[in-house]
């Protein structure tokens, strides 16, 4: 399938997985995105300072260049200014700190962030063009008929 033009923006916080067990779990998921959707999609990853070791970014960044590359992943550090995203998979506890989104999974746990990311990929490749706003919880939210 040909991608589409428009650039869709997953959000993912970095210092969730970073150098825990889940990380290589991550990795293997996202690596599976770039090869199963058919829209354009760039991955953004933040954090704020206080929670990230930058030497453990950098061998992040090193061990995974090909990933990055593909997924034209970002990294950001949150200091206050949100932009808009796409689909944003959050941990529980972040939840109220942003607000910029189209649909969101949320887990408790980041050791479900691997199963979000499938679950998203499950997701986008069928919902991928809607505009709406949507939590997601395994079905997407349908809006009331007015």
């Known amino acids: 399938m040909k991608k589409q033009i428009t650039n869709k923006i997953l959000r993912l916080k970095l210092t969730d997985f970073l ?27 933040w954090y704020s300072e206080r929670d990230l070791d930058t030497k453990m970014l950098d061998r992040f960044k090193s ?4 990933l990055v590359d593909v997924l ?8 206050g200014y949100e932009y808009h995203t796409w689909y944003d ?8 700190r942003l607000h910029k989104y189209y649909f969101r999974l949320v887990y408790n746990d980041p050791i479900e962030l691997p199963t979000k990311l ?12 809607k505009n709406e706003k949507h939590s997601y919880d395994g079905l997407p939210k349908l809006a009331r008929p007015s």
Do not use: C, P, W
Not at 89 to 96: A, C, F, T
């Open 118 to 129: 499938i679950e998203f990929r499950n997701f986008a490749k069928h919902y991928g063009q």
């Open 63 to 66: 061990e995974n260049r090909k």
């Open 19 to 45: 150098g825990r067990e889940v990380e290589e779990y991550v990795i293997l998921a996202l690596a599976s995105l770039s090869q199963d959707l058919s829209i354009a999609l760039t991955v953004s990853m």
């Open 72 to 79: 034209g992943i970002q990294f950001f550090h949150l200091n």
């Open 89 to 96: 998979i959050i941990g529980k506890n972040d939840e109220s």
